[in-house]
């Protein structure tokens, strides 16, 4: 590792802590509802897949299909398909067929799933708005431009085989 800058470097380990803080908020996300191994990150895919809006068939932007889910998660097709079967007997998700392409299956949360995530996230999401009350305009889209570039690093070290 080269050397940095002593605030860059701090600001990168703050970063870091920030990510762990925000994964272990996962982890009690996970065992509050019964989620094991990769099903809480499913869910919020999906979850996150839908909150665009549109109708409950998966009207976000981008509706998730198991095909999808499988490439977010690097999982083959039969554990895609035996992750959203355990998702949707617990309720947390469902399969619709998408009304455009009757082949194409759509994953949905449902409103229970919807609710849970709210009720868990939606504090921490409400303190996160206000506290960007403190930051101008400028200083706000410069964070953005900046967690964009941190995700689309962390993606790219993801592909390239990270472990």
């Known amino acids: 590792m080269s050397r940095h800058k002593p605030e860059h470097q701090r600001?990168?380990?703050?970063l870091f802590d920030a990510a762990?803080?925000?994964?272990?908020l996962?982890?009690?996300?996970?065992?509050l509802h019964g989620l094991q191994g990769a099903e809480g990150e499913a869910l919020l895919l999906v979850l996150d897949a839908s909150r665009d809006g549109g109708p409950d068939?998966?009207?976000g932007a981008a509706p998730m299909t198991p095909g999808r889910l499988g490439s977010a998660l690097r999982l083959p097709s039969a554990s895609v398909t035996a992750l959203v079967d355990r998702l949707e007997r617990a309720g947390h998700v469902r399969r619709v067929r998408d009304?455009?392409?009757?082949r194409r299956v759509l994953?949905?949360?449902?409103?229970?799933?919807r609710r849970a995530r709210d009720a868990y996230w939606g504090g921490l999401n409400e303190r996160i708005v206000a506290?960007?009350?403190?930051?101008?305009?400028d200083e706000l889209a410069a964070v953005e431009r900046f967690l964009r570039r941190v995700a689309g690093l962390a993606s790219d070290h993801r592909a390239e085989g990270a472990d």
């Open 20 to 24: 762990l803080a925000l994964a272990r």
């Open 99 to 102: 009304t455009g392409d009757r």
């Open 11 to 14: 600001l990168s380990e703050q």
């Open 26 to 31: 996962g982890e009690d996300f996970d065992r």
């Open 131 to 137: 506290a960007m009350d403190e930051f101008g305009d």
């Open 57 to 59: 068939d998966g009207g």
């Open 107 to 113: 994953l949905v949360p449902s409103p229970a799933a």
